[in-house]
């Protein structure tokens, strides 16, 4: 299997080639050349471990990774997570269900891509003999996920971006709390986007990138869509029968990452009936796909700060396949809105999403009524998939982080204290923090000091 870039101006490259550069030189955004069918392979995936079927399904796409490298990279990742069925499904009440992402290591949704990406790149030092410099920029979750996922990794050192005062208390120990020198945690003086700017100028510099085997870990790496695909195919295997193609699955989303790994999953052959983006204020892909304009508008911190983003870097690879593949019209679009910050599509065609948005206020009444109703906790972030959820149907709500994660929000909203052991460790460490503008020559500087 080969990747191409989404703006056709790179050439193909293979599996770890895809994994090891992240961005595509042009610009774009890695895409399987052809999507593998999947759909006569359910029913022997139906009996697999949650290992055993990222290793099932990743076999089709790592056609470059020797036999038993990838199913002991995976085998490794999954181990670390807390619950023995490492996403399992809870049902709330027939036809609703909880799939819940947050029994790894950071107790968020990207554990699941991180900590294999991070085995990954062992693997690759190990077959190349040199070391990497990972770069990243966080909202609050990829950030720490991609740290545990790396660290201790011997030959890999870790930079990661996140926008000051815009990640939650515990999110930000989680980055700066390791006790690895190898882990460079910088509050960057200004917004996600800010940072997310900023770092794809660094990336564009060529000799810069060379020179320190520079690789990105945010969520434009093609191992973070598949392995994310996985979750999708073993919740839809483990559902009633009867609920299977009828399912939607709502997904909180900002980066556009996790909802595009399920409809891949579909696009492959995964019979559900579609996906429902569910947005905070932070609504530029709500109103994309209620009315088909893509306009930017100002980030504005909520109470489920993981989402807010206005750039969704993950969007261009669904906009490859609204366009048919076209490169040329992928990049006239991605230019257009590079220069104005907004694109109108004439027809935009929104395949089998639809899309909510929940204000703070929101938020806060949907972690009431779900708690009320099924005496269930969900955090901040998984609460906004909850909002003005269809009555009939079949849902799963993507549980993308554990409420332990975001205490102030959740006692503020039901009066109770949601706890988890790993997180309180992490108040009696030492902090470690650099502080930086989001300016690509003073990240190069500060690369060139650290590495
Ligand atoms: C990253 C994150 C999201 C958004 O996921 P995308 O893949 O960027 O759409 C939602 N919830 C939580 C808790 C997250 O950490």
């Given at each position: 299997m080969r990747y191409l870039s989404t703006r056709g101006e790179a050439d193909p490259v293979s599996f770890t080639g895809a994994v090891a550069i992240?961005?595509?030189?042009?610009g774009g955004l890695y895409v399987p050349e052809s999507l593998p069918d999947i759909r006569g392979r359910l029913r022997d995936w139906e009996a697999l471990s949650y290992a055993e079927l990222c290793g099932a399904f990743l076999r089709l796409f790592a056609t470059d990774l020797e036999p038993g490298v990838l199913e002991d990279c995976v085998a490794r990742a999954y181990a670390r997570?807390?619950?023995?069925?490492t996403a399992p499904l809870v049902t709330l009440r027939p036809g609703l269900h909880v799939l819940e992402l947050f029994h790894g290591p950071t107790l968020a949704f990207k554990d699941f891509a991180l900590q294999l990406l991070g085995n990954l790149y062992e693997a690759q030092i190990r077959r190349t003999g040199a070391p990497i410099t990972v770069l990243g920029a966080t909202s609050g979750d990829t950030g720490a996920a991609a740290i545990h996922g790396l660290?201790?990794?011997?030959?890999v050192r870790i930079f990661i971006l996140f926008p000051r005062g815009g990640v939650s208390p515990l999110q930000e120990r989680q980055m700066?709390?390791?006790?690895?020198?190898a882990v460079h945690a910088i509050a960057v003086r200004g917004t996600f986007d800010d940072a997310q700017a900023a770092l794809k100028e660094v990336f564009a510099d060529g000799a810069f990138r060379a020179r320190h085997h520079l690789s990105a870990v945010n969520s434009i790496n093609l191992v973070r869509v598949l392995a994310q695909c996985v979750y999708y195919i073993y919740a839809w295997l483990r559902l009633p029968p009867g609920e299977r193609e009828r399912v939607t699955f709502a997904v909180p989303t900002g980066n556009f990452g996790n909802v595009l790994a399920g409809w891949w999953a579909c696009k492959m052959g995964l019979p559900a009936r579609g996906f429902r983006i569910a947005t905070n204020r932070n609504d530029i892909l709500y109103r994309l796909f209620t009315t088909g304009d893509y306009a930017i508008g100002p980030v504005r911190p909520s109470c489920?700060?993981?989402?807010?983003?206005?750039?969704?870097?993950?969007f261009e690879r669904f906009l490859y396949y609204h366009e048919g593949g076209d490169c040329a019209r992928v990049r006239r679009i991605m230019r257009q809105f590079r220069e104005t910050g907004a694109y109108r599509f004439p027809?935009?065609?929104?395949?089998a999403f639809t899309a909510s948005r929940a204000d703070d206020d929101q938020i806060r009444a949907r972690i009431a009524d779900v708690y009320r109703e099924f005496g269930y906790i969900v955090d901040p972030h998984t609460a906004?998939?909850?909002?003005?959820?269809?009555?009939d149907g079949v849902t799963v709500v993507l549980g993308?982080?554990?409420?332990a994660k975001f205490p102030e929000v959740i006692e503020r909203a039901i009066g109770v204290h949601p706890v988890a052991p790993a997180l309180d460790a992490l108040k009696a460490r030492q902090p470690r923090v650099f502080t930086l503008d989001p300016d690509p020559a003073a990240i190069k500087a500060f690369i060139d000091q650290h590495a």
């Open positions: 992240g961005l595509a030189p042009d997570f807390d619950h023995p069925a660290l201790g990794k011997a030959g700066t709390c390791t006790g690895d020198e489920a700060p993981s989402m807010d983003i206005q750039v969704a870097s993950n027809n935009f065609d929104r395949d906004c998939a909850f909002q003005d959820l269809p009555a993308t982080a554990h409420p």
